[in-house]
């Protein structure tokens, strides 16, 4: 049998923003989730409701303000090179190339060359663009600039990989085929993934757990186990249990919409 560990454990968080006549706004209120070692769970939630607000608050760049997370058992307090992060926009830097990019975090941990080298060649072949590490970001499609940035957040050997609304600015086919090769990544690298999405279809293909989320303060509604068999390929979406999970995921968020409806 296979021993799984707690790779990231949220408890009571709550977030609030200053608002700028002095007082607060709660983004997100008692907020619990357990996540475990090698797993893939994604957040969704309606519009606002707080799930970027929970990933930066994993990933260190900003203050619970009640509460405790932790990951591999520590309490966060701020970012660390043990979370790899990936948001919608790939955000390369413009005037360095596809290697270049991947291997900055190894550069300014003063890695080696030749070992940097090595692993920005693998990491390269892992997200399948052997043979572009020398181009520049400007001469890279939308989905091969955001296989660099998951190259660049698994460069740092990450404990936990981050990933908010990766695929948004992707056309409907490349986000696809990103979603499958994402979990090809994932079986290689056997990483634990913490992925935000708005895309029910998206969350249910790739999950082990759905997080469902209530409309702001953002809460917990629901955690859905998605029982679909691994490996999954893109036709599996229009199987019937499929379709069952979506419309499921679907009517929960739909309720809690209408809740903000005056
Ligand atoms: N910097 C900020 N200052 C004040 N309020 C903020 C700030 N960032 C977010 N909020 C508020 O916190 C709530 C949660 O925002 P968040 O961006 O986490 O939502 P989200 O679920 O990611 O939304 P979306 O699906 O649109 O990306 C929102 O209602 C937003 O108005
Ligand atoms: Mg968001």
């Not at 955001?146 to 936990?160: D, F, G, T, Y």
Request: hydrophobic fraction near 40%; charged fraction near 25%; charge should be negative.
């Amino acid at each position: 049998m296979n021993k799984t560990s707690t790779k990231l454990q949220s408890e009571n968080v709550y977030i609030t923003y200053p608002l700028k006549n002095g007082g607060e706004v709660t983004a997100v209120e008692d907020f619990n989730l357990t996540v475990e070692e090698g797993e893939f769970v994604c957040i969704v939630g309606p519009s606002g409701c707080g799930k970027s607000t929970v990933l930066g608050a994993v990933a260190g760049f900003h203050d619970i303000s009640y509460g405790s997370l932790y990951l591999d058992g520590k309490e966060i307090t701020g970012a660390g090179r043990d979370r790899g992060v990936v948001f919608q926009d790939a955000s390369l830097f413009p005037w360095r190339t596809a290697l270049g990019n991947i291997i900055y975090g190894l550069e300014v941990a003063g890695v080696p060359k030749s070992e940097r080298q090595k692993k920005g060649d693998e990491l390269l072949e892992l997200v399948g663009l052997n043979s572009f590490g020398s181009h520049y970001p400007n001469q890279l499609s939308g989905g091969m600039q955001q296989r660099v940035n998951v190259a660049r957040a698994l460069a740092i050997e990450p404990s936990l990989m981050l990933l908010d609304e990766p695929f948004g600015a992707l056309d409907a086919q490349t986000r696809e085929f990103m979603q499958l090769e994402l979990l090809r990544i994932w079986k290689a690298t056997k990483q634990t993934i913490l992925f935000v999405t708005h895309d029910i279809a998206e969350a249910v293909y790739l999950s082990d757990h759905v997080v469902v989320m209530t409309a702001r303060p953002g809460k917990l509604l629901e955690k859905v186990k998605i029982d679909l068999p691994r490996p999954r390929p893109l036709e599996i979406k229009r199987s019937k249990e499929f379709t069952e999970y979506e419309k499921y995921i679907w009517d929960l968020i739909v309720t809690e919409k209408q809740k903000n409806v005056v």
